[in-house]
């Protein structure tokens, strides 16, 4: 099955600044990659997805790159807020006939005022 | 609309007993999530279902939970009996039936068992 890794597990970084965070995949069928914001206490909720005919995707502050060949993906956050403080994670959608998500273990990314 | 609903938000049992969680898709909706979120593994799919029918259970842990879809508006997951390593957050989710579509999750369901 699809196994998704992410890194880092945790991210600070300085008001203004630019955050990345990585994940790679194993199933080269894989062509559906969600990234979901999960905030303290709440349910994840979708910011931003990207489809493998796609090398890149921008929404105002947030962007996803997509390198199919080396089977990874990232999630850029630029010019980040205190309110982008909140656990960030990755998926990608099994091939075949289960189509379900498998997430990678997650990002806390703490923005530092 | 509602968003998907769940329900107990909240649950605190004892050791051995029964516990149901209960999930209300959004309307139109015909894919269906179970997910389990700790600390220690993440977010685990459970479960999932199909026009009410289950695809795939391959992440059920054991023999103890087991989970229905009767209708297209109402699916339930049981734990039983229920155990401390159970402990966890529950999320339901829902979606259109293929890939690219969006899944919205519920509130989930805070289980503690005592």
């Known amino acids: 099955g699809e196994n998704v890794e992410q890194h880092p597990s945790t991210l600070s970084v300085q008001e203004g600044d630019s955050a990345v965070i990585k994940c790679t995949y194993s199933?080269?069928?894989?062509?559906?990659f969600p990234w979901y914001k999960q905030e303290l206490g709440k349910r994840p909720q979708l910011i931003i997805d990207i489809r493998s005919n796609v090398g890149e995707k921008k929404d105002q502050r947030i962007a996803v790159t997509l390198n199919k060949t080396a089977k990874h993906f990232s999630l850029h956050i630029t010019e980040t807020q205190p309110e982008d403080s909140a656990v960030y994670f990755c998926a990608a959608t099994t091939s075949g006939s289960a189509r379900q998500l498998t997430f990678g273990s997650g990002t806390q990314l703490t923005v530092l005022p | 609309d509602a968003g998907v609903i769940q329900s107990p938000r909240h649950e605190v049992t004892e050791m051995g007993q029964e516990v149901t969680l209960r999930c209300k898709p959004i309307?139109?909706?015909?894919?269906l999530f179970w997910y389990r979120q700790t600390m220690m593994r993440g977010l685990e799919l459970l479960i999932y279902f199909n026009n009410n029918v289950p695809i795939d259970d391959s992440g059920m842990p054991e023999d103890r939970f087991s989970a229905k879809m009767p209708n297209a508006s109402f699916s339930t997951l049981k734990i039983q009996p229920s155990e401390p390593r159970d402990s966890a957050v529950y999320f339901c989710?829902?979606?259109?039936?293929?890939?690219?579509?969006?899944?919205?999750f519920g509130p989930g369901t805070r289980l503690t068992v005592l």
């Open positions: 199933d080269s069928a894989s062509n559906y």
């Open positions: 309307s139109g909706h015909n894919s």
């Open positions: 989710a829902s979606s259109r039936q293929g890939v690219g579509n969006e899944q919205f």
